[in-house]
C-alpha cells in the first residue's frame, strides 16, 4: 500500500537481570503519505519503546522477538536482525545499523521524551542546528548558517536566536529549535515522543499548530505520543489506543466520541475536562497489567465490566473493523454512550 510507516507484527522484549518484559506484543498499523497518528495510553503501555523501535534508538537491553517495520515499503526492523539492536555482533547487524544511520536524520526524525534537554548547553543554538547541515548534508558553512536562519524563521524564531544559548530560550523556543532540527534533513516522517509535556498550555497550543503547519509545508507524515488526549487529537487525523503493550483501538480523531473499546471508553472518561465537575471523572480501576508475562486475548479483561468467558483467549485480541478506518480489538464490543459515566463501566 502507499504505507510510509508500516509496522508488522511488532513484539520487543527488555531483559533486566533473569526478567522479561513484554513491552511491545504483537503490534501492527500503518501511517499513510502526509498522515498524523497519535499514540494514548497509560504510562508504561508501550508508548515510548514503539516510538523507539522505529526510531532505532532502542536501549542495549531491548530484543525484537517479532515482526518488521517498513519505511517507504524497505525493512528497517527485523526481528531477524538478532538478539538486540545496539549489540552489534554480526556483519550483518552492522550493515542494517550503518544502512539506519541515514534513515535517522534524512528520512525519520525522533523528537525525544525530554528532548529540550538534549540541546547542547555550551553550543550556540545556530551552530547545533549548522553542524547537521555540514557534517549530515556536506554543505559549506556559509550555506549551512543561511539554510540555519531559513529553518528557524519558518518555526517562527527571530534570526537573533541563531546566536543565543539554550539557556537563553524559554521552554517553548527551545521546543521550536528542537523541531527545526528534526526537520532540518526533510525527514518524510517526524516522530514526536511526548512533544508539549512540559510546556504551558498556551505554548502547548502554539507547538501543535506549528506541528500541522510544518506537515503541511514540508509533506511529512508524524507520529506522536502523548498522555494528553485532547491536546493528540487536535494533532493527529487517526489515534491508536494502546494498552499492556498492544494495540486496542484504532480510531479517526474525529470519532474519538464513537470509541467502542471498553479500555478506550474509560480513558476518554477519565479525563477531566475544563467544565466539568472533578468528582465525576472516573479514575481507571485496577492496575494495567504487570508486563512480565505476556498477554494472551484480551489484556484488559481482567478490569473490564464486560468481559465474558471467551476474552482471554488466543485471537481474542484480532482487530475488528467497525467502520471505515476505524478497528477495534474487542470480541464484545459493547455499545457505549458518553454519559453512562457511571461506577458501573467499572467492575
Ligand atoms: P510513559 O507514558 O510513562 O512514557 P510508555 O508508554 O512510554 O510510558 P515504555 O517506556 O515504552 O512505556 O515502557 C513499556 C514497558 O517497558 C514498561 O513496563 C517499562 O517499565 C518497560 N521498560 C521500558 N524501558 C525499559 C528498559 N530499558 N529496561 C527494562 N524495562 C523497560
Ligand atoms: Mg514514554
Not at 525530554?114 to 543554538?125: F, K, Y
Request: net charge neutral.
Amino acid at each position: 500500500d502507499d504505507y510510509t510507516l508500516y509496522v508488522e507484527d511488532l513484539s520487543i522484549e527488555y531483559t533486566l537481570g533473569l526478567r522479561r518484559v513484554y513491552a511491545l506484543n504483537n503490534v501492527t498499523f500503518g501511517i499513510r503519505k502526509n498522515e498524523s497518528v497519535g499514540i494514548v495510553g497509560e504510562s508504561g503501555c508501550g508508548k515510548s519503546t514503539l516510538a523507539m523501535a522505529i526510531g532505532h534508538i532502542l536501549p542495549q537491553n531491548s530484543v525484537v522477538t517479532s515482526g518488521r517495520i517498513y519505511f517507504n515499503g524497505k525493512v528497517i526492523v527485523d526481528s531477524e536482525m538478532g538478539a538486540s539492536f545496539s549489540l552489534r555482533s554480526s556483519k550483518r547487524e552492522r550493515r542494517i545499523e550503518e544502512s539506519l544511520k541515514m534513515v535517522r536524520w534524512k528520512g525519520i526524525s525522533v523528537v525525544f521524551q525530554g528532548a529540550l534537554d538534549s540541546l547542547n548547553p555550551l553550543l550556540r543554538v545556530g551552530e547545533q542546528i549548522s553542524d547537521i547541515f555540514i557534517y549530515r548534508a556536506e554543505k559549506a558553512p556559509d550555506e549551512a548558517r543561511e539554510l540555519s536562519l531559513q529553518l528557524l524563521r519558518s518555526v517562527g524564531l527571530d534570526d537573533w536566536v541563531y546566536d543565543a544559548f539554550p539557556h537563553q530560550l524559554s521552554g517553548g523556543m527551545k521546543q521550536r529549535v528542537v523541531i527545526a532540527m528534526a526537520i532540518s534533513l526533510r525527514p518524510s516522517l517526524v516522530i514526536a515522543d511526548e512533544p508539549t509535556t512540559s510546556l504551558d498550555v498556551l505554548t502547548q497550543y502554539k507547538i501543535v499548530e506549528e506541528l500541522l503547519r510544518l506537515r503541511d509545508t514540508f509533506n511529512v507524515s508524524l507520529l506522536s505520543v502523548s498522555h494528553d488526549i485532547s491536546m493528540i487529537s487536535r494533532l493527529s487525523d487517526r489515534i491508536m489506543v494502546m494498552y499492556a503493550g498492544k494495540v486496542v483501538e484504532m480510531i479517526p480523531s474525529s470519532d474519538f466520541s464513537r470509541a467502542r473499546h471498553p479500555y478506550t471508553f474509560m480513558l476518554v472518561n477519565s479525563i477531566p475536562s475544563i467544565q466539568e465537575d472533578i468528582s465525576e471523572v472516573l479514575p481507571i480501576e485496577g492496575s494495567p497489567p504487570s508486563l512480565l508475562t505476556k498477554p494472551t486475548g484480551c489484556p484488559f479483561e481482567p478490569r473490564c465490566r464486560y468481559a465474558t468467558g471467551s476474552c482471554r483467549e488466543p485471537g481474542a485480541d484480532e482487530p475488528r473493523v467497525v467502520e471505515a478506518g476505524h478497528t477495534v480489538s474487542c470480541t464484545v464490543l459493547p455499545q457505549m454512550k458518553r454519559d453512562a459515566r457511571a461506577s458501573s463501566a467499572v467492575r
